[in-house]
């Protein structure tokens, strides 16, 4: 077990906006992280992910509203004050100093008697599988090395939160996945609130014990990875987590009547996977509606079938799983699509 | 494989024809220097007494000294200018910015001895600046008594290279480099000392040697000022007054090119396996913030003041090229044109040698700089890096060792036609420019070659071009960007060297401008038309330059397919800094 251990503290954010110049780039953003939870930023490029967390560490112009660490307000302090624990999406690991030079840094500056500071940076190294490299510079080091460097710089700290800026970005697939999992344990092992900065929604869903969905400087929706997935809040978050169909206007059912006369402000979704694909005439369960339509395009993904199919003027998505030997239907073939009203949801835009 | 063999075998002979220009004249004229320093003068046998002699002349210890001491004062009083100026752009969000960029090139466009007089028209002991204290507060400043002269001089002129190699480390820090640490718990003077200053390092290092290196090998300056006293005009005055055959001269040469290789081999330590550029994309440079008014009062004084001492040799001659007499009084007296008129008639010969001089050694680099890129980026010839490295040892040769060795070394050589010595014909003058200058073009033409990626030729031969014509219509359009801009920084360099020159001028009517500035400065008479020819120089140089700029910035434009060319910086300045003028 770590020596390395901190107190879990809460993260509250209150109100924040924060704008370069003219252009408002955080909109009134309000939080509650939970103590040792491990909780992620997720949107598309320039939602305002990193100007989030880089105002938690104290970077970037002042913000108006609060940020409380535990029950600390932080929002004057100037970075070098707050104790959280920053992992910059470069690494930022200083070229002209050792692996240790590197990870004794904070503890030099927060005037540690060196015994000590050795011990401790001996076991964050260790920690990371890396105490065989304390006396190389950064540059003889590999990506995934320089990462847990940079992990170890700032762990051994021991900072109140830790906040990680898309900190798989630089590595390679194989890498990406393995990190994510030490980066995992080590949080858990550590018990460390911690916010992790993603545009990738496979890295948010397999790591998090919560999300916050941003995009345009907005907090779309809050929430554990099934339920942003089965519960989507707008139309943005059903379509950035998943594929989703998305249907603005009527969709004309297999015996003719119209569904979802849906007004402007309103999305009808259904996700691929919920939608059961068969020849014709089809059976429909007791809830499920049945829809006819003809097979535009076809994708075989291995553990499913993406189809495309027509329906009226709408071309659905719909996944069919894949089993051994299993008949798959061709492009141009007549097909009816039954589908269960529990998983149509409707969504404001 | 038997086109490769072909076009192998053209490239040998244009290798083995280039070896063949380097050795005859570089190594052998710098050889024969060296091994002259190290011959007894009677019996001819190898010694080391002219050492021994030069060390127990007190008049060689003081030159030796002061050489040093000028050299390290100059690196200082360089930095004291550059690093403020550096530090202030990188740092603040200020206007400022642009006119610290324009004081980086500005003394660059003037050779340091041009501006020597006019300097101490204005800061001498009865000059302008001195008459006023005098008068306004009873005391004066000898800025330009003895050795100070040189000091102030050569680092007005000098600085840039250190304000250019700062300012680009500066800005290759990654802002993140600077947030991590105060991530950890760093502020202040201890981020800037534990952080900042040593990312920097490496460049200041590199733009603060080139500065020793330059200053100690300058032969104009202190000549103009009629300071002796320093190493190389020692070994000017020694070749010129006692004789060729005097090894006093030779064992003033091998000293020169130590320290030149020793600056130069710090340089190079400086650099070494630290490439600190960080930056990643979109984080470029120090974190910038806005400056409070006084700040802001108190940065201005700084570049204003700085400004006017960079810019006082330029002022200085222009007032000299148009004031009629200029003695013991803040202004001259009247304003004339009438030493344009002079200049115009006693000095054409000289302004047309230049430009035939400067011309032909200018184009004699860029064919000898693209051959010798080719060879040695796109051949397997074997030996090739030492062409291209002894071609860029030529940065290690000071004016005077060349000149010297020139004539040590051509002056047993009959040219037929012309029935001369080769070391008395105008032609050598060329030769050496051309040497001088090689390393500049060299790297220019190499940059250019680098930028023409291997795949484009061979997406050409792909496509049914042969090898002459992937050159012709791939290779060679892409690099004439980069081979012009080294034929203008050729051109604009050597237009106004005088330290070789000087040396080999013969006949008076082979001399070019640099020498005719300095002949007229010899007189109190001449000196009107002196800074009326010094001041076409200066556009001569500042148009080269003005050029090379908008050539580069056209060419990195086509490239990138943008018209974003943020700040031509470079980020050592040896050989790449266009318009740089290293006497
Ligand atoms: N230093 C800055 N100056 C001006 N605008 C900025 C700056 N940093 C970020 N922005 C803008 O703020 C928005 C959010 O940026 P960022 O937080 O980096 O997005 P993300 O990390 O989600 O990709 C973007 O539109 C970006 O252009
Ligand atoms: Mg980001």
Known sequence: MSEIRSEAVSVTIEDLSLSFGPTEVLKGINLTIEPGEFFTFLGPSGSGKSTLLRAIAGFGPMPGGRILIGDDDVTQLPPWTRNVGMVFQSYALWPHMTVRKNVAFGLEERKIPNKDIRERVNEALKLVGLLDFAERRPSQLSGGQQQRVALARTIVIEPRVLLLDEPLSNLDANLRIQMRRDILELQQELKLTTIFVTHDQEEANTTSDRIAVLDQGIIQQVGSPIELYDEPANRFVADFLGTANLIDGPLETADGTSLFESDKNHTTMFRPQDMDIQPLPGEAGPDDVLLKGRVAHREFLGNLIRYNVTVGEHSLIVDDPHTTGRQAFAKGDEVALGLDTKNIHILTD | ?583
């Open chain 2, 1 to 583: 494989m038997n086109s490769f063999s072909r076009s192998n075998w053209g490239v040998s002979t244009l290798a083995i024809f280039i070896s063949l220009f380097l050795l005859v004249f570089l190594v052998v004229p710098v050889g024969k220097v060296i091994f002259v320093a190290f011959q007894d003068p009677q019996t001819g046998a190898l010694t080391l007494i002219n050492f021994i002699d030069f060390f127990n002349t007190s008049l060689f210890q003081e030159s030796f000294l002061n050489s040093i001491y000028v050299s390290s004062m100059s690196v200082l009083l360089a930095s004291i200018i550059a690093i403020p100026l550096s530090y202030f752009t990188t740092r603040f969000n200020f206007g400022g910015a642009v006119l610290i960029q324009t004081l980086g090139i500005v003394p660059l466009i003037m050779p340091p001895f041009v501006g020597a007089v006019a300097m101490l028209l204005l800061f001498g002991e009865n000059g302008s600046v001195n008459l006023l204290l005098d008068e306004w507060f009873g005391f004066t400043i000898p800025f330009m008594e003895g050795l100070n002269g040189v000091i102030l001089v050569e680092s007005i002129h000098y600085f840039p290279f250190i304000l250019i190699n700062l300012s680009a480390a500066l800005l290759n820090i990654d802002r993140a480099m600077e947030e991590s640490a105060q991530n950890l718990g760093a502020s202040g003077t201890r981020l800037f000392r534990r952080i900042v200053f040593p990312l920097a390092m490496p460049g200041y290092v590199a733009g603060a040697s080139l500065v020793f290196l330059k200053v100690f090998d300058d032969l104009g300056t202190p000549l103009l000022l009629n300071i002796n006293n320093m190493l190389a005009p020692q070994a000017y005055l020694r070749i010129t007054s006692i004789g060729i055959s005097d090894p006093m001269g030779y064992v003033i040469s091998v000293i020169l090119v130590t320290f030149s290789l020793f600056s130069l081999w710090v340089s190079f330590l400086a650099l070494k396996g630290k490439d600190y550029s960080t930056v990643q994309k979109g984080g470029g440079g120090l974190m910038k913030r806005d400056l409070r008014t006084w700040e802001k009062i108190g940065c201005y004084a700084v570049i204003i003041l700085i400004l006017l001492m960079v810019l006082s040799p330029h002022v200085g001659l222009a007032m000299l090229s148009f004031g009629t007499v200029w003695s013991y009084s803040v202004l001259p007296d009247a304003f004339t044109l009438a030493h344009y008129e002079n200049m115009f008639r006693m000095a054409g010969q000289y302004i047309s040698n230049t430009l035939l001089y400067a011309g032909l050694a200018a184009t004699i680099d860029v064919i000898l700089g693209t051959a010798i890129a080719y060879v040695v980026w796109r051949t397997g010839i074997r030996g090739r890096k030492w062409l291209d490295f002894i071609a860029m040892g030529a940065v290690a040769v000071p004016g005077v060792v060349i000149g010297i060795g020139y004539l040590r070394t051509f002056v047993e050589y009959n040219v037929p036609i012309v029935d001369k010595p080769l070391a008395s014909w105008w032609v050598i003058i060329v030769i050496a420019l051309a040497i001088r200058r090689l390393p500049y073009a060299l790297r220019a033409c190499t940059a250019a070659l680098q930028q023409v990626s291997v795949m484009l030729e061979e997406a050409a031969e792909n496509l049914g071009a042969t090898k002459s014509r992937t050159v012709r219509r791939v290779v060679v359009p892409l690099m004439t960007g980069g081979i012009l801009a080294g034929f203008v920084t050729s051109f604009a360099t050597a237009s106004v060297e005088l330290s070789a020159t000087i040396m080999l001028v013969n006949v008076e009517s082979d001399a070019p401008l640099a020498y005719g500035i300095y002949e007229f400065m010899q007189s109190a008479a001449g000196r009107g038309p002196g800074a009326a020819l010094g001041i076409v120089a200066v556009l001569i140089v500042g148009l080269a330059t003005y050029i090379s700029h908008r050539v580069i910035e056209r060419t990195e434009m086509q490239r990138t397919g943008t018209g974003a060319v943020i700040a031509e910086q470079t980020p050592v300045a040896i050989g790449t800094t266009t318009g740089a003028a290293p006497l």
